[in-house]
């Protein structure tokens, strides 16, 4: 099975910047719904962030016109670049690839929507 692998996460003060990576190691998930999420522990699971295979990009509210999504075909890799970043996005964050009925991150994802889950990345936002 193939394996996603994030990378990127670290410790930044409040508005700074990072740029997650989300590497596949064998498929190409060109026709894949391909999203980020994020989780703090003792709360839900957040979507944050998600691209369609048609170019698509949808984001929650919470990070939209901060973080901006991208997929290097070449790579294999998807992006997740963060700016201005805030306290509150402390979190792991994880990305995803599936073929939901849907892939607006705002809907209510089931954990099977997505098939592939990397193991996550730390993003720490101090103030």
């Known amino acids: 099975q193939d394996r996603l692998v994030e990378s990127g996460g670290g410790s930044v003060q409040s508005g700074g910047s990072l740029r997650l990576s989300c590497a596949a190691s064998?498929?190409?998930?060109?026709?894949?719904?391909l999203a980020w999420f994020r989780q703090v522990p003792g709360k839900e699971r957040e979507g944050v962030a998600a691209?369609?295979?048609?170019?698509?990009?949808t984001y929650a509210d919470s990070v939209k016109d901060r973080f901006t999504i991208s997929q290097d075909n070449d790579k294999n890799t998807l992006y997740l670049q963060m700016n201005s970043l805030k306290p509150e996005d402390t979190a792991m964050y994880y990305c995803?690839?599936?073929?939901?009925?849907?892939?607006?991150?705002?809907?209510?994802?089931?954990?099977?929507?997505?098939?592939?889950w990397g193991q996550g990345t730390q993003v720490s936002v101090s103030s």
């Open positions: 995803a690839a599936g073929i939901p009925l849907t892939c607006d991150i705002n809907y209510n994802f089931e954990n099977d929507d997505f098939g592939h």
């Open positions: 064998r498929y190409t998930y060109s026709s894949y719904c």
């Open positions: 691209l369609d295979n048609d170019g698509t990009t």
